[in-house]
């Protein structure tokens, strides 16, 4: 059983930056895919950006791409989602998803990929 913790969130102008951060508890944490979804009010829940179990291997929505950045520490259990150029767009909640596989495939897209999820971190950008 993983426990997931997202941290970070906040409010924030447009153009400016965040770092969230979600630590993991309870599981081999190099065996798991690690995931950022977003949901905003109103809407489905999202895919934002996902990372391979070492870390070698990084995905991104289109929306995100070269805005955001994701990157782990698997010495300290801990991934990272580094937002940059934050738009109101971007307004949401923000969550942590870890799934232990070895397969990397369009599926990693998919929130019914990932057993397990954190509670979620606000992010709202005001214009």
């Known amino acids: 059983q993983v426990q997931l913790v997202e941290s970070g969130g906040g409010l924030v102008q447009a153009g400016s930056s965040l770092r969230l951060s979600c630590a993991a508890s309870g599981g081999t944490f190099s065996s798991y895919l690690m995931g950022w979804f977003r949901q905003a009010q109103g809407k489905k829940r999202e895919f934002v950006a996902a990372?391979?179990?070492?870390?070698?291997?990084?995905y991104y929505a289109d929306s995100v791409q070269g805005r955001f950045t994701i990157s782990r520490d698997n010495a300290k259990n801990m991934v990272y989602l580094q937002l940059n150029s934050l738009q109101p767009e971007d307004t949401a909640v923000y969550y942590c998803?870890?799934?232990?596989?070895?397969?990397?495939?369009?599926?990693?897209?998919?929130?019914?990929?990932?057993?397990?999820w954190g509670q979620g971190t606000g992010v709202t950008v005001s214009s």
């Open positions: 990372i391979s179990g070492r870390g070698g291997t990084t």
């Open positions: 998803a870890a799934e232990r596989t070895t397969t990397y495939d369009t599926s990693l897209y998919r929130e019914d990929s990932y057993t397990y």
